[in-house]
Nanobody
Framework: QVQLVESGGALVQPGGSLRLSCAAS????????MRWYCQAPEKERELVAA???????NYADSVKGRFTIASDNAKNMVYLQMKSLKPEDTAVYYC?????????????WGQGTQVTVSS
């Protein structure tokens, strides 16, 4: 059984910073891709940032220059450093990983962590 657990969501003022963390646990061979998604009320879930096992990253245009995704492969963790937060960043943030088990890749999701940007 593989489990992803996020942490770090909070209420923060506009212009503030926050760091989200996500840890994968369980038995698996490797993690191929780590991603962060967000879902605001009444909106679809959308990709925020992604990082491959080789370190390649990509970001949604709305967060470029403000958010940074990073991973610690030894600890099976991914982070999302969020700076210059805006009210429109308010959403539930979900960790997502493509994990290889027994020669097959599986898609796993965390339970989500709430980020609220408000004064």
């Amino acid at each position: 059984q593989v489990q992803l657990v996020e942490s770090g969501g909070a209420l923060v003022q506009p212009g503030g910073s926050l760091r989200l963390s996500c840890a994968a646990s369980g038995r698996f061979f490797s993690i191929n891709v780590m991603r962060w998604y967000c879902q605001a009320p009444e909106k679809e879930r959308e990709l925020v940032a992604a990082i491959t096992s080789g370190g390649a990253t990509n970001y949604a245009d709305s967060v470029k220059g403000r958010f940074t995704i990073a991973s610690d492969n030894a600890k099976n963790m991914v982070y999302l450093q969020m700076k210059s937060l805006k009210p429109e960043d308010t959403a539930v943030y979900y960790c997502n990983m493509i994990i290889r088990r027994l020669y097959l890749d599986y898609n796993y999701w965390g339970q989500g962590t709430q980020v609220t940007v408000s004064s």
